[in-house]
């Protein structure tokens, strides 16, 4: 099997798992009730608007709507719907329009489909889900890209560092400081830091700081001084896998017999581990760090909740928690989408960076 | 491969060969050591890893911790004291050592109104006789005195205003238990009174101290006392000058810090007007009860924080007036010997030879000089029920002053009743030609309209015992108001030990008919008393006051149970679903893989989140065609662990699939095939042996993953184990976050420092036991 059918065959698993998944994540979340705490004459225009984005369990003549109509409204609104209005100057999506008096979307359509996803009705009223999301993505990106220029650098250097150093007390340290900072849970040294950081020593906020607050810039220095605490408490873990990962293959790379090899040809000791055992070591390492950087969309829910990061993590527990179902769905869609993918990609990662490796090759 | 060849290549002939033994039989004979069995073999193994034996140790003795503790421990789980919240963690060894190590302290930077609000609980408690004096370093000594240590003092500068403002600070070693100080308890029966009485005397502690007076607005300044401490400002003291609440002496003067230190803090105990039948007794700090008729004006009012008082009135045997130094029957004295005291003191309206005067707030000024709007502001000032100038006495009646004769009454008597704490209300009963009228608070009512529970609520308020009507004076007597007079002089006695305990002025009476009693305790001792052991919580207590080291160790026990739980679970489900996957493979294997990729793809928090709703909260009926079998519902503990195995066995059936892809086409399987093994017998005798090791260290490293998982879904709140008698790990550090890990660090400490060590040592154990089952692992993921 060529690596081009292996894809293809692959892509289209990937489609059906995906399909599938959502089709059980909507049900599982429309199974969830709706909270409403409208009464009186603004619970009937509240069940109305329902009706309209098909939240309601019955329609307008009292009708039960079955699971399965909802799955269908909701797929249609995503393929076909075209509600939003698009500016045919600047092509910039507005929000989409509702009558005041009836409750009813006002239709614009413009000829082409839009990948509708919905609106949100509790976080961010009557927004786009894609901009709600989009609005929150910013913090959770800018803190995992610097989680990860941080301990990628750090916990390669720190693997190598031991490995070099095997079995003497600085590799014995590392070791056991990995050990630690992989079994205790981040929360755990997020507290540490944010009571002896921001709250004995005051040298840190203890928390993220709001975009006025920091001048209206994501690149402020209010704002990454804010961010230093969150990002230090998502590195340790990062550090310590990846520090865990690279002295273990490392130390693999220098024991074997290519080394012995190139030592006798003449080479030094750097020399050979330059060339020959880094390179080796990194081929299995490599599409991890990958993978994180396909993750650095996806935000930490706990980390982002003890520093108040107004990130997407926070978005998704809220989504649930408030029944925004739509909400709900688009992110587990796009996230669930990006995981997917980014398995695919690491494996046909190891295809490229090992020649040795065929992908779906038969034994 | 390799060493085959090699004997093929030396052209081995069989001639070479010669047999060992050739004429013994060996058979026979016993091995000289047993044969060693796969799991003793690991074990050994294991025994040599000494990281990991530790490990074990760890999670041992936290197991031991959970269980034992429990049932060892002095608090029960649903134990809480409100006023002991936050406590800080205390052996009760280190008790006043100062040490600052596990003594229940902490520091705090205090200023010197800290200083002394903190040594005047110690100055209270030691405060036995209610005078307020002591000597200083019998309260620096006092085990009372919640400050334990002083580090350091300071000056400390701060600019306001660009002007350099200087105080002095003290750095001080807190104790957070004896912190507490005072506290009113509501409710005391007097049986319980004198239960409290009977213990002061067998142990010798004290814990019922007197009353505060929070009524005279001149001795106690509310705005800024929280309601929390109120109990531990004994002494006479004032919103000082720049915030804070500053001692005061008997003149309002505000006291340093020396001074406190000489012992002048004045006490202000609420005034309690006791009546014997010789009169009215009031406390005097410094000579105990004294008779009010033996006072001095000045003395009167510095012992009752009234300003005026010419005439004191005594319940029992009517007005005095004080008269020539001293305070005399008003009754006894001529009209014109009267006259002169009166037109000298009146608080409200004064009448002299010229006219009306009345106090308009610094002065008394005449009446005909103020203009309506003065005259109505010094009235409305001072004089809220009623009102007297030379026109005659006027009364609130729906909101405008009037005379008696106008509102067609005719006015009997009017007395002033003192409430608990003594502050006087004019607390009127009015008589007219329709009844009786009272004062409900504001406004003049006929007593007859109220009802019964209104009436008695107004009692209750004002804490009225005595009143007087037309026919003579009233008292309250077996719930009924009845002629003094007419009553035995032992019912008479009988109500002045009832209602005027005159030996101490400990209590207020609270509650429909004055039945029960408020009083205020030295709460420490009162705990003592409440609860026969000492405050004293080894770990803290939580934001609300429960024990942390025994709700630990149940939240401990609970996430142990829950994980082994959990793992249990998902060892054997996903043991037989990989099994099958891995076995039969082909379609079979491509069907059910993707099945738990879909599984998979569920978010753990919205299976929580559904199975909170519907199946813990709620119940979802399981019907077969139209017949109900059974109405599904599950307790909490159950709903969490369904909605984590849910999806928690794909882990296992992962790799119990890679283990038998592994095994299944190795040669003795074919072996015991071809010997007519079935399926059944091939996947679990032959295969599934092979893959337990790597299922045993699956299983317990699944432990702190299920740990992990409780305390994040528990720190989000999408699962709750919170009650008095159910609690988590993750409900524990969820409490801690939001009592503020900056002020109370101690709460969530050990939660944290117990689930980091569970963690780290059963990532240890595991990796151990994976070292032990699979030797040729090791090392590779160290």
């Not at chain 1, 961010?124 to 929150?136: I, M, Q």
């Not at chain 2, 001639?15 to 050591?33: C, E, I």
């Not at chain 2, 071809?674 to 092979?690: C, S, V, Y």
């Amino acid at each position: 099997m060529s690596t081009f059918k292996y894809v293809l065959s692959r892509i289209a698993l990937m489609l059906v798992v995906f399909v599938v998944t959502m089709v059980l994540c909507f049900c599982l979340i429309r199974l969830l009730p709706f909270k409403s705490e409208a009464t009186g004459l603004q619970a009937i225009t509240e069940q109305r608007r329902l009706q309209m984005l098909g939240w309601a369990d019955t329609d307008a003549d009292g009708n039960k709507i079955t699971m399965i109509e909802k799955l269908g409204k909701w797929i249609y609104n995503i393929l076909f719907r075209d509600v939003q209005s698009i500016d045919p100057e600047t092509g910039e999506k507005t929000k989409i329009e509702y009558d005041e008096k009836t409750g009813e979307i006002i239709p614009n359509p413009d000829g082409r489909p839009d990948w509708d996803w919905g609106v949100s009705l509790k976080i961010d009223y009557l927004k786009d889900v894609t901009e709600v999301v989009g609005d929150r993505m910013t913090p959770t990106i800018l803190l995992n890209v610097y989680s990860l220029l941080i301990s990628i650098p750090i916990g390669i250097a720190f693997g190598i560092f031991a490995a070099l150093k095997k079995n003497k007390w600085q590799d014995h340290f590392i070791s056991t400081a990995v050990m630690l900072f992989i079994s205790v849970p981040s929360f755990v040294y997020a507290f540490l830091l944010q009571y002896f950081f921001a709250f004995k020593w005051g040298i840190l906020p203890a928390q993220s700081s709001s975009l006025m607050d920091a001048g209206g810039s994501y690149f402020s220095w209010e704002m990454s001084k804010s961010l230093i605490l969150p990002v230090l408490s998502m590195s340790f873990g990062t550090i310590a896998g990846l520090t865990r990962s690279t002295r273990a293959e490392l130390t693999e790379a220098l024991t074997s017999e290519y080394m012995l090899l190139a030592r006798t040809k003449g080479l030094t000791r750097s020399q050979s581990i330059m060339r020959h055992a880094l390179k080796n070591a990194m081929v299995p390492i490599l599409p991890g760090i990958i993978s994180s950087f396909v993750g650095i969309l996806s935000g930490s829910y706990i980390i982002e909740q003890i520093f108040g990061v107004p990130g997407v993590g926070k978005l998704y527990i809220m989504s649930i928690n408030m029944r925004d179902y739509d909400l709900f769905m688009f992110i587990t869609a796009f996230y669930g989408f990006i995981g997917l993918l980014s398995n695919i990609l690491i494996d046909l990662s190891y295809g490229f960076l090992d020649p040795r490796v065929k992908m779906g090759a038969k034994k | 491969m390799a060493k085959k060849n090699d004997l093929q290549n030396q052209h081995l002939t069989p001639d070479m060969f010669v047999p060992v033994n050739a004429d013994k039989v060996l058979s026979d004979v016993k091995f000289d050591t047993k044969p060693v069995g796969y799991l003793m073999d690991a074990w050994r193994r294991f025994k040599r890893n000494k990281a990991s034996v530790v490990a074990a140790c760890i999670i041992l003795i936290i197991a031991l911790f959970a269980i034992i503790a429990p049932l060892v421990s002095p608090y029960e789980m649903s134990e809480v004291d409100g006023y002991y919240k936050h406590a800080r963690p205390k052996i009760a060894g280190m008790n006043n050592s100062g040490s600052g190590f596990w003594d229940g302290t902490y520091v705090k930077d205090q200023s010197t109104l800290d200083y002394i609000y903190f040594n005047g609980i110690a100055m209270g408690a030691l405060d036995t006789d209610f005078d307020g004096k002591h000597d200083w370093n019998e309260v620096l000594a006092s085990e009372f005195n919640p400050i334990k240590k002083e580090l350091d003092d300071y000056d400390y500068t701060t600019q306001v205003n660009g002007v350099d403002i200087t105080s002095h600070r003290y750095e001080l070693r807190v104790d957070s238990y004896y912190e507490v100080g005072f506290r009113s308890v509501e409710g005391i029966t007097p049986e319980e009174y004198q239960r409290i009485l009977d213990w002061e005397q067998e142990t010798g502690l004290k814990v019922i101290y007197p009353v505060i007076n929070f009524n005279d607005a001149d001795a106690f300044d509310s705005t800024n006392i929280n309601t929390d401490s109120q109990d531990n400002y004994w002494y006479r003291n004032k919103r000082g000058t720049n915030g804070g609440t500053v001692p005061i002496d008997i003149n309002g003067n505000e006291l340093t810090l020396e001074q406190v230190m000489n012992g002048e803090l004045v006490p202000n105990y609420a005034v309690r007007y006791d009546e014997t039948p010789d009169g009215e007794y009031i406390v005097d700090p410094l000579k105990g009860y004294v008779l009010a008729s033996s006072l001095s004006p000045e003395e009167y009012a510095a012992l009752t924080n009234k300003r005026y008082s010419t005439f004191i009135e005594d319940r029992l045997n009517g007005i005095y007036a004080y008269y020539n130094g001293s305070y005399v029957l008003a009754s006894s004295l001529t009209p014109d010997q009267l006259e002169g005291n009166t037109k000298r003191y009146r608080q409200n309206g004064v009448e002299a030879e010229d006219g009306a005067y009345v106090f308009d707030g610094n002065d008394y000024a005449l009446v005909s000089s103020l203009s309506e709007a003065e005259l109505a502001r010094a009235y409305a000032r001072y004089s809220a029920v009623y009102t007297e100038n030379s026109k005659g006495k006027f009364y609130l009646v729906d909101g405008e002053y009037k005379t008696g004769t106008e509102l067609g009454w005719k006015i009997m008597e009017i007395e002033e009743y003192k409430a608990g704490g003594g502050k006087t209300y004019s607390q009127a009963f009015v008589l007219d030609y329709n009844g009786n009228y009272v004062l409900d608070g504001k406004n003049y009512k006929l007593e007859s309209s109220m009802s019964a529970d209104a009436l008695a609520k107004m009692v209750v308020r004002y804490n009225i015992d005595w009143r007087r009507d037309t026919q003579g004076k009233h008292t309250l007597f077996e719930g009924e108001y009845v002629l003094y007079d007419s009553l035995t002089p032992e019912q008479q006695d009988s109500l002045l030990t009832r209602y005027h305990r005159v030996e101490n002025a400990t209590f207020i009476r609270t509650g429909a008919g004055g039945k029960n009693y408020r009083i205020r305790v030295l709460y420490y001792n009162y705990y003592r008393y409440l609860n026969d052991k000492e405050p004293v919580h080894v770990f803290g207590a939580d934001s609300q006051g429960y024990d942390i080291l025994v709700r630990l160790a149940m939240g401990a026990r609970l996430s142990l149970v829950l994980a082994v739980c959990v793992a249990a679970i998902n060892l054997i489900f996903g043991s037989l679903y990989g099994a099958i996957s891995g076995y039969y493979g082909g379609k079979v294997d491509m069907v059910m893989e993707r099945i738990t990729d879909v599984l998979a793809g569920i978010p753990t928090i919205v299976l929580m989140t559904l199975v909170r709703i519907h199946l813990i909260e709620g119940s979802v009926p399981v019907m077969i065609g139209d017949t109900l079998l059974f109405n599904l519902h599950l307790t909490d503990m159950g709903g969490i662990i369904f909605a984590m195995c849910a999806t928690g066995w794909i882990g296992t059936a992962y790799s119990v699939r890679m283990q038998f892809y592994r095994f299944k086409r190795q040669e003795y399987i074919l072996a015991a095939r071809t010997l007519g093994a079935r399926d059944g017998r091939l996947m679990f005798r032959h295969i599934f042996p092979n893959a337990l090791g790597t299922l045993i260290t699956g299983s317990v490293l699944v432990i702190p993953g299920v740990i992990f998982s409780e305390t994040s879904l528990a720190y989000l709140g999408v699962i709750s184990f919170t009650g008095p008698n159910i609690t988590s790990l993750g409900a524990m550090l969820s409490n801690g976050q939001s009592a503020g890990i900056s002020k109370f660090p101690h709460i969530i400490f050990f939660p944290a420092l117990i689930l980091s060590l569970l963690m780290i040592s059963f990532n240890l154990f595991g990796n151990g036991l994976r070292d032990a089952f699979n030797p040729s692992l090791r090392g590779s993921e160290e």
